[in-house]
């Protein structure tokens, strides 16, 4: 016993000296969301002895189906880890729920003499410990890839490094987001996730001038116009003049700006919203 406690402590000091290799707001590299990690447990999507690669959850190559993805990276060795199994559970609740986010455990589990848990076990804490007994799809973050006979923990040194467990969140196009060493339940469930996927959502015509680069799924919020006083500017002046414009004052100019063929109060709403988060 007391020799496992003197590793980690020395497992501490060594991982001190770590750095991820991705900072927040850096973009993850082709190269790494095709790396290939073996499925160790299930999540029912994906079968144990598959292959998964980051890339399945990026649109622009699996054909246009785009995801969040929050990253739990646990070592079966590590105390912290079997201790957030529960807190990881009831997000699962929420993950499992929303067609948008995808939630995914990198599992280093193959230090021997101080692991107590093989993967499927550490899955199966997920139905002890929890309250809802999800199944996470968990990766082998152990996998060798550059064949030197050691242990890669490849995931966790992209986007921790530093300890576990650790958190990262990445969104719809593959930018790391957040990354935590411990995690929040409330601020993952109620501020983070529903932020990024909000962002995922909004206007896709080019044409619009509420456009933008980053949605990848069109919410019929498009904005055509709206600088009725041509200042080069959208602002009260504007929302003043669409008032007229709607209580019948005689102005010259297009006031649908939701192009639903109509000029009314939604298009005072649309050109307000554009005023107040544009």
């Not at 467990?165 to 983070?192: C, E, K, T």
């Not at 019948?248 to 307000?272: C, H, K, Q, Y």
Request: proline residues 1%.
């Amino acid at each position: 016993m007391h020799l496992n406690y003197l590793f980690l402590l020395l497992l501490t000091l060594a991982l001190s000296q770590h750095r991820s290799f991705y900072s927040v707001g850096d973009t993850v590299s082709y190269q790494d969301q095709n790396l290939e990690f073996n499925v160790c447990h299930s999540d029912g999507n994906y079968e144990i002895g598959e292959n998964f690669s980051l890339s399945n959850y990026n649109g622009e190559v699996n054909g246009g189906e785009y995801k969040v993805s929050l990253i739990s990276m646990n070592a079966t060795w590590w105390p912290a880890c079997y201790d957030f199994v529960s807190l990881m559970d009831s997000l699962m609740e929420y993950t499992t729920q929303n067609q948008d986010l995808e939630f995914i455990v990198s599992l280093d589990y193959n230090l021997e003499a101080f692991s107590d848990y093989e993967c499927l076990e550490w899955g199966e804490l997920y139905e002890t410990l929890g309250i809802y007994g999800h199944d996470p799809l968990i990766l082998n973050g152990d996998t060798d890839f550059d064949s030197d006979g050691y242990y890669d923990h490849h995931l966790w040194n992209m986007f921790a490094g530093i300890t576990y467990s650790s958190y990262a969140i990445i969104d719809h196009n593959m930018v790391v987001r957040y990354l935590f060493d411990s995690p929040n339940y409330n601020d993952f469930r109620n501020v983070y996730l529903p932020n990024l996927i909000d962002e995922m959502y909004g206007c896709t015509d080019i044409d619009a001038i509420n456009y933008s680069h980053n949605v990848v799924y069109e919410d019929n919020s498009c904005i055509y116009g709206g600088d009725f006083n041509q200042d080069e500017s959208i602002d009260i002046n504007d929302v003043l003049i669409l008032i007229n414009m709607i209580i019948d004052i005689e102005i010259e100019a297009n006031g649908d700006l939701n192009a639903d063929g109509n000029t009314d109060i939604l298009d005072i709403i649309s050109l307000i919203n554009l005023i107040l988060y544009n």
